[in-house]
């Protein structure tokens, strides 16, 4: 190719971006931002989660494990303004006990009126509203427990929150408890903020949603107390530092590096949870290693 043609096309090439440049330009406010009334604002209506609190078991719960319950509740009574309803379904099983049962008020109790009448379910489950049924029940019958389990899933409810170990046990078992998803509330807990952002809603507190950049800025700002104390010098010490513009430029590629790692943390954590296949396991090996080499490269930034 002669010396002319690569000219040619190096300036046909440039001649191109400058088109694009000025054809964007055009659809620019005086502000410089683009006219948001040009553009539809879609939300996709992202599916609320049912979730079942098994009432009588938090009669043992640790104190991280009752914030976890109040988590829940403050969170599935704050409406997305966006599309005016709750992220979460949130139920509660009968409560047997009056020992610091205050709380369960709070939540809609499960829909006992809706027990189908499935191996003698409602018999058994109104029955165990009026009597101390571990004292009165044959060694065929079902537990108080199990049968709070038994009615979440014949309401065809998705996830089922308790403390008691057994019960959580009882569904790691395939054959007897099919489509189970039983965690206990600190589990739970993750994986509903999980799934929420998965969804694009990240919850700073229950009733306070941000945008991604925000989120993810504050949650640094929480996590990494160290990073709090350096960033003023790097943001308003540099006319009074030695080297100031590395110091910033520092700071920046430290903070891109951690925020990558906890994105990536976040979706191998949904991974986890989702069906597994062999690009699940794909995905999760991916960003484990842009995980590893975000870890390398924080190092070699503060060595």
Same mark, same amino acid.
């Given at each position: 190719?002669?010396?002319?043609?690569?000219? /040619?096309? %190096? +300036?046909?090439?440039?001649?191109?971006?400058?088109?694009?440049?000025?054809? =964007?330009?055009?659809? #620019?406010?005086? *502000?410089?931002?683009?006219?948001?009334?040009?553009?539809?604002?879609?939300?996709?209506?992202?599916?609320?989660?049912?979730?079942?609190?098994?009432?009588?078991?938090?009669?043992?719960?640790?104190?991280?494990?009752?914030?976890?319950?109040?988590?829940?509740?403050?969170?599935?009574?704050?409406?997305?303004?966006?599309?005016?309803?709750?992220?979460?379904?949130?139920?509660?099983?009968?409560?047997?006990?009056?020992?610091?049962?205050?709380?369960?008020?709070?939540?809609?109790?499960?829909?006992?009126?809706?027990?189908?009448?499935?191996?003698?379910?409602?018999?058994?489950?109104?029955?165990?509203?009026? /009597?101390? %049924? +571990?004292?009165?029940?044959?060694?065929?019958?079902?537990?108080?427990?199990? =049968?709070?389990?038994? #009615?979440?899933? *014949?309401?065809?409810?998705?996830?089922?929150?308790?403390?008691?170990?057994?019960?959580?046990?009882?569904?790691?078992?395939?054959?007897?408890?099919?489509?189970?998803?039983?965690?206990?509330?600190?589990?739970?807990?993750?994986?509903?903020?999980?799934?929420?952002?998965?969804?694009?809603?990240?919850?700073?507190?229950?009733?306070?949603?941000?945008?991604?950049?925000?989120?993810?800025?504050?949650?640094?700002?929480?996590?990494?107390?160290?990073?709090?104390?350096?960033?003023?010098?790097?943001?308003?010490?540099?006319?009074?530092?030695?080297?100031?513009?590395?110091?910033?430029?520092?700071?920046?590629?430290?903070?891109?590096?951690?925020?990558?790692?906890?994105?990536?943390?976040?979706?191998?954590?949904?991974?986890?949870?989702?069906?597994?296949?062999?690009?699940?396991?794909?995905?999760?090996?991916?960003?484990?290693?842009?995980?590893?080499?975000?870890?390398?490269?924080?190092?070699?930034?503060?060595?």
């Amino acid at each position: 190719m002669s010396d002319d043609k690569t000219f /040619e096309h %190096l +300036e046909s090439i440039a001649l191109h971006g400058v088109h694009a440049v000025i054809m =964007l330009a055009e659809t #620019l406010d005086l *502000q410089g931002q683009l006219p948001r009334a040009w553009y539809p604002d879609i939300h996709p209506t992202r599916p609320r989660i049912q979730i079942t609190l098994h009432a009588d078991s938090f009669i043992n719960a640790t104190d991280e494990e009752v914030k976890a319950r109040d988590w829940f509740i403050a969170t599935a009574q704050h409406k997305d303004s966006k599309d005016d309803k709750e992220d979460i379904d949130l139920q509660v099983t009968a409560a047997r006990q009056n020992q610091n049962m205050d709380w369960v008020v709070a939540v809609k109790p499960l829909e006992i009126e809706k027990i189908p009448d499935v191996f003698d379910l409602r018999r058994f489950y109104e029955r165990s509203l009026h /009597e101390d %049924l +571990e004292k009165v029940k044959t060694p065929n019958e079902p537990s108080a427990a199990a =049968l709070d389990l038994m #009615l979440h899933k *014949q309401l065809n409810r998705q996830m089922f929150v308790t403390v008691d170990r057994n019960t959580q046990l009882a569904a790691l078992n395939p054959m007897q408890n099919r489509n189970l998803f039983v965690l206990n509330p600190l589990e739970a807990r993750r994986y509903v903020d999980l799934y929420l952002k998965a969804f694009g809603a990240y919850r700073i507190r229950p009733n306070y949603t941000a945008n991604r950049g925000a989120y993810y800025w504050l949650r640094l700002w929480n996590l990494v107390p160290a990073f709090q104390a350096t960033w003023p010098y790097a943001l308003f010490g540099r006319d009074n530092l030695r080297n100031s513009n590395e110091i910033t430029d520092f700071m920046h590629n430290l903070y891109a590096r951690i925020i990558g790692q906890m994105q990536a943390s976040d979706q191998i954590g949904w991974l986890r949870y989702s069906p597994a296949n062999n690009d699940t396991r794909d995905q999760m090996l991916n960003l484990l290693n842009y995980f590893i080499v975000l870890a390398t490269g924080v190092f070699d930034s503060l060595a």
